[in-house]
């Protein structure tokens, strides 16, 4: 009963910066936490970055990415962002947005493409 609709991707080169945007809408009242993934060609998708809902909005993060990388959440606009600044080739991937709930299963966006290169 949520709907996760990411933007944001698109090709950028090495070094340079993109900020992914997920609006959340419909039944998110029950939504304790929201996160990034990523999936690679002819890999397993990953946890990029995790942050929690409530509880103070506490974050987490994949250690590929940290110190590059902030996850945000806007609970006013049901949005939550994933700035990523010093961009690698390494972290070209599909993009997916993550909600879970108290009252039922996890909820997945579409993705957004990332690519990264020269």
């Known amino acids: 009963q949520v709907q996760l609709v990411e933007s944001g991707g698109g090709l950028v080169q090495p070094g340079g910066s993109l900020r992914l945007s997920c609006a959340a809408s419909?039944?998110?009242?029950?939504?304790?936490?929201m996160g990034w993934y990523r999936q690679a060609p002819g890999k397993q998708r990953e946890l990029v970055a995790h942050?929690?809902?409530?509880?103070?909005?506490?974050?987490n993060y994949a250690d590929s990415v940290k110190g590059r990388f902030t996850i945000s959440r806007d609970t006013a606009k049901n949005t939550m962002y994933l700035q990523m600044n010093s961009l690698k080739p390494e972290d070209t991937a599909v993009y997916y947005c993550?909600?879970?709930?108290?009252?039922?299963?996890?909820?997945w966006g579409q993705g957004t493409q990332v690519t990264v290169s020269s």
């Open positions: 993550n909600a879970d709930s108290a009252v039922g299963p996890s909820s």
């Open positions: 419909g039944s998110i009242r029950n939504i304790y936490a």
């Open positions: 942050i929690t809902i409530t509880s103070g909005g506490i974050t």
